[in-house]
């Protein structure tokens, strides 16, 4: 079989280095609940290598990529009814899965938080997701109150999920390196993702707060008109400084 060209426009760095591929592979835990997995842009199957293994859990495999999806068919007949191609970021997850099931992969950095935010968007199937992301991205979403990498990622995946930052990995395991360090991150659903807010609203909150995260709060939020409905104190801070806990708290006061 040829191999598959990595393509810049679709972010493609294709993982060589089978020790970390199953190092990421084993970083899923069936025993919280599923018994299927979907990998993302498997490219070559450096993962599904490991994945097809496992009989704990079926794999699927979605690449928005001719190619790869090609050269997978051939290396996977076993897959074939399996094998999706289309992107990612349009699929309808109810049209292919009938229970809940993991998703898996080094993910291609151009549409790292789309996947992220597809992945909360559609949180009640999905109970658990190891990828890889650029070092970055994935400090980002697991970052704490307080610092520069805790932003509008951070919160919105937050709410829903516990995040594990697992390990990193350096360029020289992909071809093509990237010019930076990835990052390997869980996120594991928490048991209750009920908000007790109206989560529209706590979107809204979130994005407003972070997208003029230099301001106070009295100024980031006065398109809620929050003068009076919260604590004084709390509209002197800036978002950064913010829990998901207190983003909630204010959702819930400006509801009233």
Excluded at 162 to 184: A, C, D, M, Q
């Amino acid at each position: 079989m040829s191999l598959v060209r990595a393509k810049k426009h679709l972010g493609q760095h294709f993982l060589t280095d089978k020790n970390i591929a199953q190092k990421i592979v084993e970083s899923l835990r069936p025993e919280i609940g599923f018994s299927e997995v979907l990998e993302v842009g498997p490219g070559m199957g450096v993962l599904t290598d490991f994945l097809v293994k496992k009989t704990e859990y079926k794999t699927s495999l979605i690449d928005i990529d001719g190619e790869s999806i090609e050269f997978l068919h051939k290396k996977y007949p076993e897959l074939k009814d399996r094998i999706i191609h289309g992107d990612f970021l349009e699929m309808d997850f109810s049209k292919v899965f009938q229970q809940q099931f993991a998703i898996i992969g080094n993910f291609p950095y151009n549409i790292s938080s789309q996947i992220i935010f597809k992945i909360i968007e559609n949180r009640a199937m999905v109970p658990e997701m190891v990828g890889m992301f650029q070092k970055e991205v994935g400090e980002r979403v697991a970052a704490k109150p307080g610092g520069k990498e805790y932003g509008i990622l951070s919160v919105l995946t937050q709410a829903y999920y516990k995040i594990e930052y697992l390990f990193t990995v350096k360029p020289g395991v992909f071809n093509p390196p990237p010019k930076v360090n990835s990052g390997v991150i869980r996120l594991t659903r928490k048991e209750n993702t009920e908000l007790g807010c109206n989560e529209k609203l706590f979107f809204q909150v979130v994005k407003a707060a972070f997208n003029q995260r230099r301001k106070q709060l009295r100024n980031a939020l006065s398109q809620f008109q929050p003068k009076g409905k919260i604590d004084e104190s709390v509209l002197e801070l800036r978002a950064e400084k913010l829990s998901v806990e207190d983003f909630v708290n204010i959702t819930q006061l400006l509801e009233k």
